[in-house]
């Protein structure tokens, strides 16, 4: 038996393992604070708080767990003497001016093919240069520096300590080496002792005595890796495909490669899950927030929006009659990495109807999507999709017919289930779930949009 925990920006999702079944869930969300200038943060407390609970809910079960593993989101970074404790997470945009005059250096340059993070606001290394340039004193207040990860391992087992796949993503540890980058470490003004040490994602350790009381029973616990590189796992074993694309509050397009490969432009990133698997990709920031937004200004709510969508779709005519919708309302990673960039219709006319725009921003964070798709990897024989947007039946016809690839659905293509693929390799193969297969004639009509699209696009990425 096995105890998976996911912590995922909106939510702290656990499930117990027997075989490849699942016997007990328990999922509650996390609250994320939002400040002027772009600061983004959750309390840590809390998310143990959570897990704490969902732990004590599992004792109700008749079976006991011989190991639990953990999967945390990538781009943490929790400063240690605060109080209450604040973890930055990855749509913090504090660092984005700082990013934006890295990107024009040489050293970026560096960074980027020594670590395989992209320069972005995101990534823990431009949060840590924009507090040095910003606010020097406090900066130098803080002795100690980790991730949610290192933070949820010294709670549970007493050690201050990551995992590379997290590593991989802070733009800190030289994922040639598999250490921190030392001149990083220099141009930050940090040594290595300020940081977790590191440890592979496989590597087991015993939970503290308190720990072990509380649960009640003996077990280990599997450090685990970063929430996409076990969606990317998750998705090769139950659907067979090493293309997945996550379409939930975000998105991202993966690769699950066996070596390490960097974009020569530094497009892309490139992540540690294990010794003989990574992670290439590309990331979106528009994904169900955008249908969020489309909630907010169309309806009176999202649910609304959902409830219509079918409807909608329904009166509508595939390309929405001519409008395009540039998707870039929360600015973009993939592959423009500009937080400067918004969103934007274009070929709007007189007669187009609210329905249209409904569809054409539909359309746009599909259309987007491709656009990262095609750079990484232009022809797949089968496309693993996951995410609440792929929930809906008719857009999962829309979305093989944009991506002009067979696509199938899986509810396993979570980390959870990753998870419990990392402590367990001998899983080869689940039960393969439906595949959606492409319909040629509307996969034509969209590649016409599409085309105007990418033109557009293309432009746009010049500019910036």
């Known amino acids: 038996m096995y105890f998976t925990i996911d912590i995922g920006t909106t939510a702290v999702k656990m499930a117990l393992y027997d075989q490849e079944c699942?016997?007990?869930?328990?999922?509650?969300?996390?609250?994320?604070?939002?400040?002027e200038h772009g600061v983004a943060y959750q309390h840590p407390e809390e998310i143990k708080a959570i897990?704490?609970?969902?732990?004590?809910?599992?004792?109700?079960?008749?079976?006991?767990?011989?190991?639990?593993?953990?999967?945390?989101?990538?781009?943490t970074l929790i400063p240690l003497q605060t109080d209450p404790l604040r973890m930055y997470i990855w749509s913090d945009q504090q660092a984005s001016v700082t990013a934006k005059e890295l990107k024009q250096t040489e050293f970026a340059k560096t960074c980027y093919q020594k670590t395989g993070t992209p320069i972005h606001p995101m990534s823990p290394f431009c949060k840590l240069a924009s507090f040095k340039s910003e606010k020097e004193n406090w900066y130098e207040s803080i002795h100690y520096w980790g991730d949610l990860k290192a933070y949820l391992m010294d709670w549970l087992t007493g050690q201050w300590v990551t995992d590379y796949s997290n590593a991989s993503a802070s733009g800190?540890?030289?994922?040639?080496?598999?250490?921190?980058?030392?001149?990083?470490?220099?141009?930050?003004?940090?040594?290595?002792?300020?940081?977790?040490?590191?440890?592979d994602t496989t590597t087991q350790f015993t939970p503290l005595p308190t720990i072990e009381e509380k649960i009640g029973h003996k077990f280990t616990i599997m450090i685990g890796a970063s929430d996409g590189c076990l969606a990317s796992l998750a998705g090769k074993i139950s659907t067979k495909s090493n293309v997945s694309i996550t379409l939930g509050t975000s998105g991202a397009v993966r690769v699950l490669t066996t070596k390490r490969t960097l974009d020569p432009l530094g497009r892309f990133f490139c992540y540690y899950l294990t010794k003989d698997q990574w992670v290439i990709g590309g990331p979106t920031n528009?994904?169900?927030?955008?249908?969020?937004?489309?909630?907010?200004?169309?309806?009176?709510?999202?649910e609304q929006l959902y409830a219509q969508l079918p409807e909608v779709l329904a009166q509508t005519t595939p390309g929405a009659k001519g409008v395009l919708?540039?998707?870039?309302?929360?600015?973009?990673?993939?592959?423009?990495?500009?937080?400067?960039?918004?969103?934007?219709?274009?070929?709007?006319?007189?007669?187009?109807?609210?329905?249209d725009l409904i569809r054409a921003a539909i359309e746009g964070v599909l259309f987007n999507l491709n656009f990262i798709k095609q750079l990484l990897i232009h022809e797949t024989p089968l496309l693993s999709v996951s995410g609440g947007f792929f929930q809906q039946p008719a857009l999962l016809e829309?979305?093989?017919?944009?991506?002009?690839?067979?696509?199938?659905?899986?509810?396993?293509?979570?980390?959870?289930?990753?998870?419990?693929?990392?402590?367990?390799?001998?899983?080869?193969?689940?039960?393969?779930?439906?595949?959606?297969?492409?319909?040629?004639?509307?996969?034509a009509t969209y590649q016409t949009a599409y085309t105007l699209f990418s033109s557009g696009l293309t432009k746009i990425s010049e500019q910036i």
């Open 22 to 35: 699942v016997t007990f869930t328990y999922q509650e969300a996390v609250e994320t604070h939002f400040e």
């Open 51 to 75: 897990i704490l609970r969902g732990l004590m809910k599992s004792k109700q079960q008749p079976v006991t767990f011989e190991q639990i593993i953990l999967s945390t989101p990538m781009h």
């Open 172 to 199: 800190l540890m030289n994922s040639e080496l598999f250490c921190w980058d030392c001149d990083i470490l220099s141009y930050l003004d940090l040594d290595q002792t300020q940081l977790p040490e590191l440890a």
């Open 286 to 302: 528009n994904g169900g927030k955008v249908l969020e937004w489309i909630g907010k200004v169309f309806y009176d709510s999202k």
């Open 325 to 355: 919708f540039y998707p870039y309302l929360f600015g973009e990673r993939a592959p423009l990495w500009s937080g400067d960039i918004t969103a934007a219709y274009q070929g709007i006319r007189w007669e187009h109807e609210r329905t």
């Open 398 to 443: 829309i979305s093989a017919a944009i991506f002009q690839t067979p696509i199938c659905y899986s509810e396993q293509n979570e980390p959870t289930f990753g998870a419990y693929l990392l402590a367990n390799r001998s899983v080869e193969q689940v039960e393969l779930p439906e595949i959606h297969p492409v319909n040629h004639k509307l996969s």
